[in-house]
């Protein structure tokens, strides 16, 4: 197959290229920065510098490598800009499925993410309605909505929502961001309940799912966790001592029972592989 690898240059979105590149497809992996695709180029795909803010670049970048199918791991978190990584899913998943529908391509796997889910103490399935707001009934997670929704009009449409990534060049690796608050005796996490999932899980997920059906699946490991259980056991793996941990929202974690009927079985199982100070 042509695919065409939106974020092809990310932590996630290389490791993507590489698993497709060695399966034999011909891939193209688009990037922001004309200086990574030297990078694209030595993995044996061939970049695209493409700006999926602007409907033009997108659609240009579209009708170039002509893909008979689009993997999106768009993301903007560099510098921890939660606003700019809402607006490339809301604003650049928005532009590339329009560019795909003007291509008549209908296959599309887009990343998501697994603790939107309504508050609950038990592990969601993909059934679970997404969190709204108690005060009025707006979504939680309005950006992560868009996403989903613009991907699911495809006829092939299929939105992973996958667990907090952990492993090489995460924030959770030991020379990730997180791994550097934890060393510091802190731990602010997204949510309190929380499912992790290996980069590498993550990768062959988003392979696989290009022959799965239209819908949602979970991409987490085994053992959904709660922030009180591996806040502490962080901070003490990266040497501090007196932990302070928090959590922006109370989440939820999830199961990968879909997942697993549809042949993902999780290579890291447990979140506690993280606890090793290798990446």
């Known amino acids: 197959m042509r695919i065409l690898v939106a974020g092809g240059s990310g932590v996630l979105g290389s490791a993507v ?10 891939v193209f992996a688009t990037t ?3 200086e990574r695709t030297a990078a694209i180029h030595a993995q044996g795909a061939e970049p695209v510098v493409m700006d999926a803010l602007d409907p033009s670049s997108t659609r240009q970048a579209v009708d170039a490598s002509a893909p008979d199918a689009i993997i999106h791991q768009l993301t903007d978190l560099a ?6 990584n809402a607006r490339l899913r809301v604003q650049g998943t928005a532009n590339l499925v329009a560019a795909a529908e003007a291509n008549g391509i209908d296959r599309m796997v887009a990343q998501s993410i697994s603790w939107a889910y309504q508050p609950g103490s038990s592990p969601a399935d993909e059934r679970v309605p997404l969190a709204r707001d108690p005060r009025d009934g707006t979504p939680a997670f309005a950006a992560v909505e868009a996403l989903e929704s613009a991907v699911l009009r495809l ?7 996958y667990g907090l990534l952990y492993g090489p060049g995460t924030w959770y690796a030991s020379d990730g961001e997180m791994w550097a608050r934890a060393g510091r005796g802190e731990v602010a996490a997204t949510t309190a309940w929380t499912s992790f999932v290996h980069v590498d899980d993550a990768a062959d997920a988003a392979v696989a799912a290009l022959s799965w059906p239209q819908g949602i699946v979970n991409i987490v490991d ?42 993902w079985v999780p290579r890291h199982p447990s979140w506690r592989e993280m606890l090793r100070p290798l990446g």
């Open 17 to 26: 290229v590489s698993r497709l590149v060695r399966d034999g497809h011909r």
């Open 32 to 34: 922001r920065r004309q």
């Open 79 to 84: 510098g921890a800009d939660f606003a700019a």
């Open 155 to 161: 006829a092939h449409g299929v939105v992973l929502r």
């Open 222 to 263: 085994d053992e959904p966790t709660h922030v009180d259980e591996w806040g502490p056991l962080l901070v003490s793996a990266a040497g501090a001592t007196v932990p302070s941990i928090s959590a922006r929202a109370e989440g939820r974690a999830a199961r990968n029972d879909k997942a697993r009927g549809l042949g």
